[in-house]
């Protein structure tokens, strides 16, 4: 990078902090975030972690030269869009697309991201700045669906911890440190409220209860087993799949019950292992609680 062009990328920033547009400059989603090419080793990354596939739509917020939707359909089979407010970018990505030989698998449009409808991904890309995630963090909880994998580059959503993390080197990067951090994140089911069923134990069907509170994807709360209160050992959530690992006392001995399920509107089914015995599992939603996402 010569040093006009860092300069102008320094000042770029700059006028990010302080709310002023530089004349000339291109910006990738107006005055929010300069356009800076994602590097093709952070690009392979992004894809891997979050194992897109042929099944996938990607959409990429912010998406410069469509490098990494190219790159999504051409190595992976995936198909999807990208959307950025430079209409040169834009002209780019659609001739490399045609290059590459994917234009019936992408499609880039001159579009605010803030405005562009999301629900068709299950995989959600972005180079963008905190603040710029954090006002898109409400409409990924809203509009997505439980599973979709979100992956950033560089910049994290504030207190909802990522699902894995990877350090990328980058030898050579032009700008800022030789490495990159790359994020992921799967969007939770709604698992929050109050869930009962009937387990059998020692030939008898006793009532279980549990309550949970959701923040983002970390779940605590309560439980009840046979009319006893039961100890909650561990709860965990990954997109639609629950696994919940109950110990309660039943007919005199401690009895643990390792709970596992798809969740599907108000309803859990699954497998319960008790005693070295599956069986299936089938939990109703009598309470319907709410993610916390203000924590």
């Not at 917020?61 to 950025?84: E, H, M, P, T």
């Amino acid at each position: 990078m010569d040093k006009r062009v860092a300069l102008t990328q320094s000042l770029a920033i700059f006028a990010l902090c302080v709310g002023v547009v530089l004349p000339g400059y291109a910006f990738a989603q107006a005055a929010d975030v300069p356009y800076v090419p994602t590097p093709m080793a952070v690009v392979e990354a992004m894809l891997n972690i979050a194992k897109v596939g042929p099944d996938d739509f990607v959409i990429d917020l912010g998406s410069g030269d469509g490098r990494i939707v190219i790159a999504a359909a051409k190595k992976y089979g995936a198909r999807g869009f990208g959307v950025d407010l430079d209409g040169a970018l834009v002209s780019q990505a659609r001739r490399e697309a045609a290059r590459q030989g994917v234009t019936e698998r992408v499609a880039f449009h001159a579009r605010n991201l803030f405005i562009t409808d999301i629900d068709q991904a299950t995989v959600l890309t972005s180079y963008l700045f905190p603040r710029v995630n954090m006002q898109l963090r409400p409409r990924i909880f809203g509009e997505l669906r439980p599973g979709t994998r979100i992956v950033s580059h560089e910049f994290d959503f504030g207190n909802w911890k990522p699902d894995a993390h990877v350090h990328v080197p980058v030898p050579g990067k032009p700008y800022g440190p030789p490495a990159s951090e790359v994020y992921l994140w799967i969007v939770p089911a709604n698992a929050a409220g109050t869930w009962q069923w009937r387990s059998a134990v020692d030939g008898a069907l006793i009532e279980c209860e549990l309550t949970l509170d959701q923040t983002f994807q970390m779940l605590e709360g309560s439980a009840r087993a046979g009319g006893k209160p039961a100890r909650i050992q561990s709860a965990t959530l990954n997109g639609n799949e629950v696994l919940v690992v109950l110990v309660a006392e039943v007919n005199g001995h401690e009895l643990r019950q390792e709970l596992s399920g798809r969740i599907e509107g108000d309803t859990i089914r699954g497998k319960s292992r008790a005693a070295g015995a599956d069986s299936d599992w089938q939990a109703t939603r009598v309470v319907r609680g709410k993610i916390n996402i203000d924590a």
